[in-house]
């Protein structure tokens, strides 16, 4: 009988763990970044050079000087 | 020796619990409450009050980075738009509408983002290239270039704690103030605790003597402390003038007060400002991403989109009240999380900041509340319909102010 109880909590736990898993994947998968929404692209735009000195917003797509940050792209305005 | 090890067993299972617990609840993101949320009667709603519609040339498109609305010394309104691509300035005379009555080359300008209108002998650009406002007469030739840095080596970046950065909206209009334009920019990222106190980040340009002050600060409590809002969006300033002109009236995107900031003394004051469905906004937590030197594009989005992030403040002086924008948040589950999904509604304040109704627009698809402004009509954001894509007009949906 204990069993059969540990066994059927077991199946619960597993489905539930698929379940969000399922979800959290989906909602991710969900996101939209760069591509498809840029606010106001009258800013230097995101690019990467040599210079990489900025970081792009994530919801702009513009780069923006980032000094000592995690640079991914040039923010010297119409280098690219 | 029997019954200790089952006791101390205990212990440290009900002392892992807790530890649990405890790492569970502790978040390292900071929330900024909104203490009168549910608590507010609206007395006042926005209700539709038809279209303007305004034609663009080929070149140019909806959502232009920057719009100004401004009266000649006749009284007569015109609603100037910048055009990117085309390198122009369009005037439209706002009461007829349909195509522009004038146009002003800004070719010698590298990189317009935005521009005051003075009179058509006096336009202030601002170019971003070089962080300068070029000053242009009628011809359109440059008269003078005033830098906003300082004329600090913009390759050394060390300037961009001691100065703001602009990013420009047309609901935030460069304003006039006893010979001096008044230009607000921001800083970009998370502002560091060593200049939290110190960085001021509206620019006051005097139009003799071409000197630049630099005034107002950030609220330390929510942008202070090494709080992260580490994208532009979080740290953006928005903001209008007082109707006696001598305050400022700020409105950041992350605050549901308003900070009210004297331009001539370092008096300030906040006031509640906030809507009464908006919840807490909380910063970036840090122990999302431990691993990684920066916060990741997707969870800073993720937040966006899931955080309710007020926008423009604009005064209507034919009403005597306020509006403010709110870019609602989405629900964490259940729906795409897209930026345009989220809905845009309108907090209304009287004069003296007390709430008088919100009202939702529609969603950021259709709305673009950072091209807004006042006129007699009523309050004009600009619309874009979802399926336009001839770009033929340039529209403002008209929205007016009624009792409940």
């Known amino acids: ?80 | 020796m029997s019954l200790r090890m089952p006791l101390m067993l205990h212990s440290i299972a009900y002392a892992i619990i807790i530890c649990c617990l405890i790492s569970c609840n502790n978040s390292a993101a900071f929330e900024v409450k909104n203490d009168k949320h549910g608590s507010l009667k609206a007395a006042k709603k926005l209700e539709q009050n038809g279209d303007k519609k305004f034609s663009l040339d080929s070149l140019s498109a909806p959502r232009p980075p920057y719009i100004q609305l401004y009266n000649d010394a006749s009284g007569n309104e015109y609603l100037a738009m910048l055009s990117g691509y085309s390198r122009n300035i369009f005037i439209y005379n706002y009461d007829s509408a349909n195509n522009p009555v004038n146009q002003i080359p800004i070719s010698t300008v590298q990189m317009p983002l935005a521009f005051h209108i003075r009179n058509m002998d006096s336009i202030y650009v601002y170019n971003d290239k070089m962080m300068e406002m070029v000053l242009l007469n009628n011809r359109s030739e440059i008269v003078s270039k005033i830098s906003l840095i300082n004329n600090e080596n913009m390759k050394d970046l060390s300037w961009t704690t001691r100065y703001p950065q602009y990013v420009p909206h047309g609901v935030n209009a460069i304003i006039e103030h006893e010979g001096k334009l008044v230009f607000p920019g921001q800083f970009i990222w998370t502002l560091p605790d060593t200049i939290a106190q110190r960085f001021k980040f509206t620019s006051l340009i005097d139009i003799n003597s071409n000197k630049v002050n630099y005034v107002h600060k950030y609220p330390y409590g929510i942008y202070g402390h090494g709080h992260l809002w580490d994208e532009p969006m979080f740290t953006g300033v928005y903001y209008d003038i007082t109707p006696d002109h001598r305050k400022m009236v700020y409105s950041f995107p992350v605050s549901h007060d308003l900070v009210i900031s004297d331009l001539d003394t370092d008096k300030e004051k906040t006031v509640y400002g906030g809507s009464n469905e908006a919840a807490s906004i909380t910063s970036l937590d840090v122990d999302k991403f431990k691993k990684k030197s920066a916060a990741p594009n997707e969870y800073i989005y993720q937040k966006a989109c899931t955080s309710d992030l007020y926008g423009g403040i604009l005064y209507d002086k034919y009403r005597d009240v306020y509006y403010r924008f709110l870019r609602k948040a989405l629900p964490e589950k259940g729906v795409r999380l897209r930026w345009e999904n989220k809905k845009v509604a309108v907090v209304v304040m009287d004069k003296d900041f007390n709430y008088l109704g919100e009202t939702e627009l529609g969603d950021l698809n259709e709305f673009y509340p950072d091209n807004s402004f006042v006129t007699k009509e009523g309050l004009n954001v600009e619309y874009v319909a979802p399926n336009d894509v001839e770009e033929k007009f340039l529209t403002f949906r008209i929205f007016k102010l009624k009792d409940i």
Not at chain 1, 3 to 15: D, F, M, P, Q, T
Not at chain 1, 22 to 38: I, Y
């Open chain 1, 1 to 80: 009988m204990k069993k059969k109880i540990y066994g059927a909590l077991g199946v619960a736990a597993l489905a539930l763990a698929a379940f969000l898993t399922t979800n959290t994947s989906s909602s991710a998968s969900d996101t939209t970044l760069f591509s498809l929404f840029k606010i106001n692209a009258a800013n230097a735009e995101c690019c990467s050079t040599p210079i990489n000195n900025g970081r792009c917003s994530s919801l702009t797509g513009n780069c923006y000087p980032d000094p000592g940050g995690a640079n991914n792209c040039d923010s010297t305005k119409g280098n690219c």
